[in-house]
């Protein structure tokens, strides 16, 4: 396992806070209350762990299948619903959402490989990463991704909590399966619009993996 680098900055501004916190915790605290004290410092460094996690970036296998449509994310599949697209499409697709919490890896991952032929940025709301109109009215960012077999929208959605997404992507781009290209920090959920004559394997509830689950095939 490594540690992503977009938790660099974060994982050092935390660790100088819980490192201070502490020192006049056991400066101050401690000669009133050592219970209290130790408490705290156990918080704190729970607290830490819990922020070194969240940018945890596992050792795992990745699926190459050329005819199958990987998971984006680590999370619950939320959606599979037909629905009609917002931007670029204007036939229907099949929306099928995989919502990320603070516990799950957030690296996102490339679908299917091919060609980015768009790549856009909406600024937007808040909403939790579960409301229905999150997918059209929160901060996002979508790309296109098009091979032989056609091509997929992949939605990034800010949360409540997600504060920040980050998108390596360009147009012209020749991105491999599996490759990673982005990371939602806090919690989220990424969408993908499918061709409706997509065969879809996942279900509601499933948990998948990113890079790794099938979540249908083309």
């Not at 969240?54 to 680590?74: H, Q, S, V, W």
């Not at 939320?78 to 929306?95: A, G, L, T």
């Not at 800010?158 to 806090?186: M, P």
């Not at 959920?189 to 095939?217: C, E, F, M, Q, Y």
Request: glycine share 6%; with cysteine; proline share 4%.
């Amino acid at each position: 396992m490594t540690i992503h680098k977009e938790g660099a900055a974060t994982i050092s501004i935390i660790a100088l806070f819980v490192g201070a916190l502490n020192i006049a915790n056991f400066s101050y605290l401690f000669p009133l209350s050592a219970v209290a004290a130790w408490v705290l410092f156990i918080i704190t460094i729970a607290f830490f762990l819990f922020i070194v996690s969240f940018f945890r970036m596992p050792n795992r296998t990745l699926t190459i299948k050329e005819d199958g449509i990987i998971a984006p994310a680590d999370g619950k599949v939320v959606v599979i619903e037909e629905v009609q697209p917002d931007e670029y499409y204007s036939e229907k697709r099949i929306q099928l959402s995989v919502f990320m919490s603070p516990a799950n890896v957030h690296v996102n991952r490339v679908p299917v490989a091919g060609n980015i032929v768009y790549s856009k940025y909406h600024p937007g709301k808040y909403l939790v990463a579960w409301h229905p109109k999150s997918s059209t009215d929160n901060e996002r960012w979508s790309v296109v991704i098009e091979n032989s077999k056609g091509s997929i929208l992949c939605k990034q959605i800010a949360g409540a909590l997600a504060r920040r997404i980050c998108n390596y992507t360009n147009v012209g781009d020749t991105l491999t399966q599996g490759a990673e290209y982005g990371f939602i920090k806090f919690g989220s959920r990424v969408d993908l619009l499918l061709p409706v004559n997509a065969t879809i394997h996942a279900k509601i509830g499933d948990v998948v993996k990113g890079g790794v689950t099938v979540l249908a095939s083309w």
